[in-house]
């Protein structure tokens, strides 16, 4: 939502601190990798933060990347914005934030309704920008929407992957 409060208002500093907010989310994912390697090799040391099955920490892991990715192409779409060499299809973005919020409930709850919501919303989307490309006549697709949404359905993959481990 600050991504696309930045593009509305014409906010550059709001982009700089999504900029910033990336390289923080970097860390922590280097700090949650290290963790996890800790844990595979300790059964003690994965109940103590809360593993009581060790091989869920890999659908943990997985889902840690999927964000840190996300995050890697915000910030290059802030980069990108704020260079203004793309338009913004704000639509798209809009929906784009949808996406990760469905599928992000979806790992954090457990949710079904909310996976299944992220592959409608999928769908609709990658129909969505045909249109829009084919309307404007544009011969790049918008690469760094269809990869952020990529993402999101990976994170509906570990939901299945981290259901599939807990039985």
Same mark, same amino acid.
């Given at each position: 939502s600050d991504l696309i409060f930045a593009i509305e208002e014409e906010n550059k500093k709001v982009l700089r601190n999504l900029m910033y907010r990336d390289d923080e989310l970097d860390k922590f994912y280097s700090l949650l990798s290290k963790q996890v390697s800790v844990a595979l090799k300790s059964k003690k040391i994965a109940e103590k933060i809360g593993f009581k099955n060790q091989s869920l920490?890999?659908?943990?892991?997985?889902?840690? =990347?999927?964000? &840190?990715? *996300?995050?890697?192409? #915000?910030?290059?779409?802030?980069?990108?914005?704020?260079?203004? @060499?793309?338009? +913004?299809?704000?639509?798209?973005?809009? =929906?784009?934030? &949808?996406? *990760?919020?469905?599928? #992000?409930?979806?790992?954090?709850?457990?949710?079904?309704?909310? @996976?299944?919501? +992220?592959?409608?919303?999928?769908?609709?989307?990658?129909? &969505?920008?045909?249109?829009?490309?084919k309307d404007k006549k544009l011969k790049k697709p918008a690469l760094l929407e269809i990869l952020l949404n990529n993402f999101c359905i990976d994170i509906i993959e570990i939901c299945a992957q981290k259901r599939a481990l807990e039985t």
């Open positions: 920490i890999l659908p943990y892991k997985a889902y840690g =990347k999927c964000l &840190e990715a *996300m995050g890697d192409i #915000i910030s290059l779409m802030c980069r990108v914005i704020e260079a203004e @060499e793309i338009p +913004v299809n704000l639509p798209m973005l809009k =929906k784009s934030k &949808e996406i *990760m919020k469905n599928a #992000i409930n979806a790992f954090r709850k457990d949710c079904a309704e909310s @996976e299944k919501r +992220v592959a409608k919303l999928y769908s609709e989307f990658l129909n &969505e920008i045909e249109i829009y490309m």
